[in-house]
């Protein structure tokens, strides 16, 4: 009963505020809308027993993409009158792309729910000896390592390619050498010098 | 004259039952919470005085036992302020966030055997996923004010926390690698024995070297403590003389009070991942009669008060970091360090088939 009703809060939660993303006037309220979306999927996951999942999501999604998602809506300095008029005309298009994404989510859903030994696995999801995160761990640095390490690699190339793109030295820049700061001696920082009355070091 | 009560606790369905035993510890423990958070905000204002030579609060009450009781009321009974153009219900989310983030994470907590409201088996993760929530009270409020130094100061606070918890994470990762669990009780259990064994020695569990891995790691999350909790020396986001008080220049009353309340639970909370990580938990120094006489969950406070302790030495003692030195403390030494760390503490634990 607990459960039925921790599941209806969080999906309805989770349906309102992804609507709210798009309909908030304001787009700051929108990205906060976003993270109530996650943070609902991540009760979601809880309740279907993957509580791993559901940790990293609230880790990796909330507590890290969606903060730098807030700072970069937050510095923006737009007309939001101005945008939401805009908005109305993308409204066919982006209805269209939801409309495709819906269609292939179900068409994926109900191939898997056809397929050959999906009712079994639906049956038992985990296996009872281990647990989620132990069963995950197995999968991925098990049978699945070179896609795993594939991955990260292509995430690797995308990290460094981001860094030389917005990499540049800029010239005439002063900055702090720490090692230099530390190991400069008495005869390098001072200069003593002999200065004539009624003239200057000019 | 309590029979009728045993009868009608018997009588009634497993489900109320679980929720009302489960609605009271929580309600217990946030109790016991508060009250010593009360004290040891005074604690933390004597020992500032203290190194100061001056005598810090001592009007209200006894040695001014009961002056945070006499704050709280100041501010419950002032008003509350929304400046013009503030986005209200923002403003007054953001403290309740910084509030609720502080109290559940002390969920997974384990202060005695047996002793903690939700003993889950990702209680590591479940920890530093709602410590990296954490920073949202500060954004939504800094940004909510719609003023410039309560913006900018909440800038500063989420790069700030926000690179922070990276090393954090690594350090998280070398004890729950030692351990091979990432239930906390478990983390506390595997320290048992006697102070040789807790990790920050562990000496009983992997070959001697392995303190060479965890002593630094314990230094790194020390810092990292501070800077994620926005303690002086990296308070750069309240920093007084550049920001008046970043993100709370607009509060006042009730609002700044739990903005004050979540940060301070905040630290004790760092105090108490210290002990469970790195320092036996419960866990008596010496597994012998007069040291075990004594309840555990009294070493659990004596450990977390003494971090306490080394968290207001250093607010008294360290002036203020730059901002860019601090970006670099975290980016360039703290990552890499505890980066490698991970991979050497994993290489040492399959080594020696600890984990």
């Known amino acids: 009963m607990l459960q039925a009703a921790a599941f209806y809060i969080l999906a309805a939660t989770a349906v309102l505020s992804a609507f709210m993303v798009v309909a908030a006037h304001n787009p700051v309220r929108a990205v906060l809308f976003l993270i109530l979306t996650f943070f609902s999927a991540a009760g979601l996951f809880v309740l279907l027993g993957a509580e791993f999942l559901a940790m990293i999501l609230v880790i990796v999604y909330v507590g890290a993409v969606a903060v730098l998602f807030l700072f970069v809506v937050m510095m923006l300095d737009i007309d939001f009158a101005t945008l939401k008029a805009r908005s109305a005309g993308y409204l066919p298009l982006g209805g269209l792309i939801a409309l495709a994404i819906a269609a292939q989510l179900a068409l994926v859903g109900f191939a898997w729910v056809g397929a050959d030994g999906a009712a079994a696995h639906l049956q038992a999801p985990m296996p009872d000896d281990t647990h989620n995160i132990a069963a995950l761990g197995a999968l991925i640095y098990d049978r699945y390592v070179l896609f795993f390490q594939l ?35 008495r005869d390098e920082g001072v200069e003593v010098i002999d200065v004539k009355r009624g003239e200057g070091i000019g | 004259m309590f029979q009728f009560l045993v ?28 009250l010593s958070l009360a004290f040891l905000l005074l604690m933390d204002r004597k020992v500032w005085a203290a190194v100061q030579l001056r005598k810090g609060p001592n009007t209200v009450g006894a040695f001014g036992l009961l002056q945070s009781f006499a704050d709280f009321l100041k501010f419950v009974l002032k008003e509350i302020v929304v400046p013009a153009g503030a986005d209200r219900p923002l403003f007054l989310l953001a403290p309740l966030l910084t509030f609720v983030f502080a109290f559940i994470t002390w969920a997974v907590i384990p202060v005695a055997p047996g002793w903690v409201i939700s003993d889950i088996n990702v209680g590591i993760l479940y920890v530093f996923a709602i410590s990296s929530l954490g920073v949202y009270g500060i954004i939504i409020g800094g940004w909510a004010s719609n003023s410039k130094y309560p913006f900018l100061g909440s ?51 992997l070959p001697w070297p392995a303190f060479l ?42 609002p700044y009070l739990l903005f004050m309340i979540g940060e301070y639970l905040n630290i004790v909370l760092m105090c108490a991942l210290m002990t469970v990580l790195f320092f036996g938990g419960w866990h008596a120094p010496f597994d012998i009669a007069p040291f075990t006489w004594i309840p555990p969950v009294f070493w659990f406070a004596i450990k977390v008060v003494f971090f306490f302790f080394m968290f207001a030495m250093v607010k008294a003692l360290v002036p203020r970091y730059r901002y860019d030195q601090l970006m670099r403390l975290g980016w360039k030494i703290f990552l890499p360090t505890s980066l490698a760390a991970v991979a050497v503490m994993g290489g040492f634990v399959v080594y020696s088939n600890a984990g």
């Not at chain 1, 917005?166 to 090692?179: A, F, I």
């Open chain 2, 213 to 254: 891995i965890t002593i630094p790691m314990f230094v790194i999350f020390f810092i990292s403590a501070l800077a994620e909790t926005n303690r002086p020396p990296f308070d750069l986001p309240e920093a007084e003389s550049e920001l008046v008080a970043g993100y709370q220049v607009e509060y006042s009353s009730t």
């Open chain 2, 7 to 34: 009868d009608w606790w018997n009588a009634l369905p497993f489900g109320v039952q679980w929720t009302i035993a489960t609605t009271s510890q929580i309600l217990a423990f946030m109790i016991v919470l508060l």
């Open chain 2, 155 to 205: 800038l500063r606070s989420a790069a700030q926390m926000v690179s922070y918890e990276v090393s954090i994470g690594f350090v998280l990762v070398t004890v729950l690698l030692m351990v091979g669990s990432m239930n906390l009780t478990a983390v506390v259990e595997a320290q048992a024995g006697g102070f040789w064994n807790w990790h920050v020695l562990s000496a009983g569990m």
């Open chain 1, 151 to 185: 991955a990260g690699l292509i995430l690797l190339v995308a990290m460094i390619g981001a860094i030389v793109l917005t990499l540049r030295h800029r010239e005439g820049v002063k900055r702090q050498d720490m090692h230099r700061q530390v190991n400069r001696t």
